[in-house]
């Protein structure tokens, strides 16, 4: 297998671990994350002043010099499949795919096929430069299985590298929509008590919480107010349904981005989603509030309420600022309209 040599010095004051030196000084158009070097380092593959360089805590001086052999992308172990794709924008770099409900991100030993990456695999075929290694997509952020809606996927490890970068630093866009349970507005004391919760001015609901896995059941996340991840969500009023009002369309973007965040918050909030198995539940709605139909279409609905509509971000290659909107899935429509 061939491999590329690339050579670079060590600048003025080094960080103490070499991983971090190596990260902080690599040439950027070498687009190699700190999870790619550490692989190679892992491997043999890079040396200092000549010598095998393996511990990534070790240190290493100003001037000092790096070598790095990076080899040519392997082919990946995920098998492409030609599934369908919605495919909302692509370039050389990346592509931005609208995902429908019912099909899971990434191979998992509970999903090893048709998958979002199997279908991209087959998609962008001899287009994909190598991420980590690997011939395969590169999976930057991630929507649950029965969750739809706008997901950016790198094509190459450069593109990788700087969307990577975006989603730590917080500035990419998004924002869901979502039917859930009640109605939360700024003028209900009950949500004033929340711990975690307050608002802000337009009536815009902000949950500031920590996130971590359940204790146990370790299919969910729970709120947590001490350890955890950091993690912070607004949702905006955009409907209210029923008389007495006993659902709502909402506005959710977020700051952060951990696993299932806007469904555990809004369930710490009182205002599960609907349709959501694990937080939202079956609520017994007030009788009479909905029409027969509306009645119906609420019971039947069989997934969480969860649209990922806006997706923004800059072009990690060109610096363009790209927006991508969806419009809500069918099954979204039809019961936002029968509700209103």
């Given at each position: 297998?061939?491999?590329?040599?690339?050579?670079?010095?060590?600048?003025?004051?080094?960080?103490?671990?070499?991983d971090?030196?190596?990260?902080?000084?690599?040439?950027?158009?070498?687009a190699?994350?700190?999870?790619?070097?550490?692989?190679?380092?892992?491997?043999?593959?890079?040396?200092?002043?000549?010598?095998?360089?393996?511990?990534?805590?070790?240190?290493?001086?100003?001037?000092?010099?790096?070598?790095?052999?990076?080899?040519?992308?392997?082919?990946?172990?995920?098998?492409?499949?030609?599934?369908?794709?919605?495919?909302?924008?692509?370039?050389?770099?990346?592509?931005?795919?609208n995902?429908?409900?019912?099909?899971?991100?990434?191979?998992?030993?509970?999903?090893?096929?048709?998958?979002l990456?199997?279908?991209?695999?087959?998609?962008?075929?001899?287009?994909?430069?190598?991420?980590?290694?690997?011939?395969?997509?590169?999976?930057?952020?991630?929507?649950?299985?029965?969750?739809?809606?706008?997901?950016?996927?790198?094509?190459?490890?450069?593109?990788?590298?700087?969307?990577?970068?975006?989603?730590?630093?917080?500035?990419?866009?998004?924002?869901?929509?979502?039917?859930?349970?009640?109605?939360?507005?700024?003028?209900?004391?009950?949500?004033?008590?929340?711990?975690?919760?307050?608002?802000?001015?337009?009536?815009?609901?902000?949950?500031?919480?920590?996130?971590?896995?359940?204790?146990?059941?370790?299919?969910?996340?729970?709120?947590?107010?001490?350890?955890?991840?950091?993690?912070?969500?607004?949702?905006?009023?955009?409907?209210?349904?029923?008389?007495?009002?006993?659902?709502?369309?909402?506005?959710?973007?977020?700051?952060?981005?951990?696993?299932?965040?806007?469904?555990?918050?809004?369930?710490?909030?009182?205002?599960?989603?609907?349709?959501?198995?694990?937080?939202?539940?079956?609520?017994?709605?007030a009788?009479?509030?909905?029409?027969?139909?509306?009645?119906?279409?609420?019971?039947?609905?069989?997934?969480?309420?969860?649209?990922?509509?806006?997706?923004?971000?800059?072009?990690?290659?060109?610096?363009?600022?790209?927006?991508?909107?969806?419009?809500?899935?069918?099954?979204?429509r039809?019961?936002v309209?029968?509700?209103?």
């Amino acid at each position: 297998m061939s491999s590329n040599r690339l050579s670079f010095v060590i600048a003025d004051d080094p960080p103490a671990r070499l991983d971090k030196a190596i990260a902080r000084d690599v040439p950027e158009g070498a687009a190699l994350s700190r999870t790619r070097l550490a692989r190679l380092m892992a491997d043999g593959a890079v040396t200092v002043d000549g010598v095998a360089a393996t511990d990534p805590k070790a240190r290493v001086a100003t001037g000092a010099v790096i070598c790095v052999e990076v080899q040519e992308a392997q082919q990946s172990h995920i098998l492409p499949e030609a599934i369908p794709l919605d495919v909302v924008h692509e370039d050389a770099d990346l592509i931005v795919v609208n995902k429908p409900a019912g099909m899971v991100v990434h191979p998992a030993p509970g999903s090893p096929s048709g998958t979002l990456v199997n279908a991209l695999m087959y998609h962008c075929g001899d287009d994909l430069s190598g991420v980590g290694g690997m011939k395969r997509p590169g999976i930057v952020h991630r929507i649950d299985k029965d969750t739809s809606g706008l997901l950016v996927v790198a094509k190459s490890d450069a593109a990788h590298h700087g969307l990577a970068a975006q989603f730590a630093a917080h500035t990419v866009e998004r924002y869901y929509r979502a039917l859930v349970y009640g109605v939360p507005d700024a003028n209900d004391p009950r949500l004033r008590g929340i711990k975690g919760a307050s608002f802000e001015p337009g009536n815009v609901l902000k949950l500031t919480t920590q996130l971590a896995r359940h204790r146990t059941d370790r299919q969910r996340q729970a709120v947590l107010f001490q350890g955890g991840r950091h993690a912070v969500t607004r949702a905006r009023l955009v409907a209210r349904y029923g008389a007495p009002e006993v659902l709502a369309q909402i506005e959710c973007w977020l700051e952060t981005g951990r696993t299932h965040q806007i469904r555990v918050h809004m369930a710490h909030a009182g205002h599960g989603l609907l349709g959501d198995p694990v937080y939202g539940g079956r609520r017994k709605l007030a009788r009479g509030a909905l029409s027969e139909a509306a009645a119906q279409a609420v019971a039947t609905f069989d997934r969480q309420a969860l649209h990922a509509a806006v997706l923004g971000f800059a072009h990690p290659i060109t610096g363009e600022n790209l927006r991508f909107e969806a419009p809500l899935p069918d099954d979204f429509r039809a019961l936002v309209d029968v509700l209103s």
